[in-house]
């Protein structure tokens, strides 16, 4: 495949997590977590410090990011999240507590990569984790692997929140914490898990994007308005739409630039964010309640009802 | 089985109800009517934690429910069921069954779901449709019926007829009733029906502004023609000592 859609996979697959990271603690707790940035960049340096010290592929260590993503969420919630919702906190309350961590998060990976230079002689500020991928079907094996594992985690997630005990209950709480607590659903509980899921997704996508796009510490801050972007696209009201919106909005930003610069030049480069920014303004102006908004079913109902009707048509003439 | 005592409580800093008492009889309908913002929600909230208590005591089998979190109320046998949002309207009619059970096992759950699609024929219908489609009276039905799958020892049943159809609402007070006569449950009701509530119930309550205005048996309230006229739009019918509804009072709504 050609190398922009190799990488266009690669970088949607990891930004489809990180959105979908955002909607489901978004809507689990009205919390728009800002620490998304620095808990995909902790995804990152997971995954590298494994192969940089330990060696191996890196997809040995994407359960360890999932692992430290989800502590790091744990550790959000308990000490930042929780006290406010207990106090009933207004959304930009804790939004901007998400903030205040993410500050917190980005500083302990500045000295961590500092320690990784004074201590292993290694250069975590630019690393380049494709160096550490092999070849399959004569092409970068992330293009194939991620792309499935996002899948899997899509349908992992669908099958939790549709077929367990505690899914279901999710749910509910996500739609009725009052309902739900007097039905006897531990709402503390839920959001708990809603942190370790969100957590997890976001370490993980940030993995994931590195594969395609240089790792560094700033990684995270670079992308989070794309990550941002995906949730917003996917309508923050669920959580399939999330991912959706991740992989539309990373998809379109490599694919967007090769297209441009093939047309324009070089310059296009410049504003690559641009593109999938503007894709997610158009697509809000036509769908107001972004992806999850589109009456897809009654779409594909109605083009079938068409087609259908044309067959109908036509065996009478 | 439940007392309530001394309760002042609001949400916030708004204080709603003022040094409120009651008291509510095991195995008895307990209907607490009154006019808008008179705090009946309030007080159903305070039993829950919803709202806030600034001083008082709720007892409970003799228990204090003061700072109880609401999912432990659930367990210690207190249903309630909330004038709005008492469905969960993404879910299954059977999913929402399970919830409201959701501190029994799955043989329990299931169990007590085919005994309340027995007692709701209607429910069963329409078991995995998602209970966003369902009609007010169906959704009122489905309610109950996720108020009955936690084999409640207490119910609390906040304006179950609201925005309901006359027929459909007299349907819901006949469930109650039978609640109470067959299961045996306890029963505190806050109602704007207040009529028909007061006529099923055993024990009645009016509040007004926060504060108990009459207590007794719930009939009786029915022949205090100045209170029932000024507070609950109930006006007597001159010379039958009978009462009628009044235009006003299939108006009014809790707070």
């Known amino acids: 495949m050609p190398p922009w859609m190799s990488s266009g996979l690669i970088y949607a697959s990891g930004l489809a997590l990180t959105a979908g990271s955002i909607t489901l603690l978004y809507i689990a707790t009205r919390t728009f977590n800002f620490a998304v940035a620095s808990m995909a960049t902790i995804g990152f340096y997971t995954v590298y410090t494994g192969v940089a010290l330990y060696g191996g592929l890196p997809y040995q260590y994407f359960p360890l990011a999932l692992l430290v993503g989800a502590i790091t969420g744990v550790i959000c919630y308990y000490g930042l999240n929780r006290p ?16 205040g961590y993410d500050l917190v998060l980005l500083s302990l990976i500045q000295m961590y990569a500092d320690f990784l230079t004074n201590t292993y002689k290694l250069f975590p500020r630019r690393v380049t984790m494709s160096l550490y991928d092999f070849e399959l079907f004569g092409d970068r094996a992330a293009a194939f692997i991620l792309p499935v594992i996002a899948i899997g ?10 077929k367990t005990k505690f899914g279901v209950a999710m749910r509910a709480t996500i739609e009725n914490p009052v309902l739900a607590g007097a039905s006897g659903i531990n709402s503390d509980r839920v959001y708990l898990v809603s942190w370790i899921i969100s957590g997890g997704m976001a370490a993980l996508g ?19 308005p794309l990550m941002f972007a995906g949730a917003i696209l996917g309508g923050l009201g669920s959580i399939y739409g999330g991912i959706l919106g991740g992989f539309v909005i990373g998809l379109t930003e490599y ?3 090769f297209l441009l610069s093939q047309k324009f030049g070089a310059w296009v480069l410049g504003y690559r964010m641009g593109i999938p920014l503007f894709i997610m303004a158009a697509t ?4 107001p309640r972004g992806l999850s908004g589109i009456p897809l079913f009654k779409i594909l109902k109605s083009l079938a009802g068409g087609s259908l009707g044309g067959e109908k048509r036509g065996v009478s003439a | 089985m439940l007392t309530v005592r001394k309760l002042n409580a609001g949400y916030g800093k708004l204080q709603v109800l003022y040094d409120l008492s009651i008291e509510v009889p095991a195995k008895g309908l307990t209907v607490v009517v009154g006019p808008n913002g008179a705090g009946k929600t309030t007080l159903l909230c305070s039993i829950m934690n919803i709202a806030k208590v600034f001083s008082g005591e709720i007892l409970f089998e003799g228990n204090s429910l003061i700072g109880e979190l609401t999912h432990n109320l659930a367990q210690k046998g207190i249903a309630y069921v909330p004038q709005m949002g008492n469905v969960f309207a993404g879910l299954s009619v059977m999913d929402n069954l399970h919830m409201a059970g959701y501190m029994l096992s799955k043989a329990e759950a299931d169990a007590k779901a085919e005994q309340m699609t027995e007692i709701f024929p209607v429910l069963k219908k329409f078991i995995h449709r998602s209970a966003g489609t369902l009609s007010g009276g169906e959704r009122r039905m489905l309610a109950i019926a996720m108020g009955l799958m936690k084999n409640p020892k ?12 006359p027929i459909i609402a007299e349907r819901v007070m006949m469930e109650v009733a039978r609640m109470r006569d067959e299961l ?3 029963i505190l009701m806050v109602e704007q029906m207040a009529k028909r509530a007061l006529e099923i119930g055993d024990t009645a309550y009016l509040l007004v502004s926060g504060q108990v205005k009459y207590s007794g048996q719930a009939n009786s309230l029915l022949h205090e023609p100045e209170l029932c006229s000024m507070y609950l739009g109930i006006k007597q019918l001159p010379g039958q000592g009978e009462t009628k509804l009044s235009v006003a009072e299939e108006g009014s709504e809790g707070n």
């Open chain 1, 84 to 99: 406010l919702l207990r106090r009933q906190a207004a959304e930009i309350t804790l939004m901007m507590s998400t903030l």
């Open chain 2, 184 to 186: 045996g449950i306890t």
């Open chain 1, 284 to 287: 809000l102006l036509i769908f």
């Open chain 1, 153 to 162: 985690i899509l349908m992992i997630l669908h099958i939790f929140l549709t």
């Open chain 2, 154 to 165: 207490l119910m609390l049943l906040d304006e179950l007829s609201t925005d309901l159809a």
């Open chain 1, 206 to 224: 940030g993995a994931f994007m590195a594969m395609a796009m240089t790792g560094t510490p700033v990684m995270g801050m670079y992308t989070i």
């Open chain 1, 255 to 257: 694919a967007g630039v």
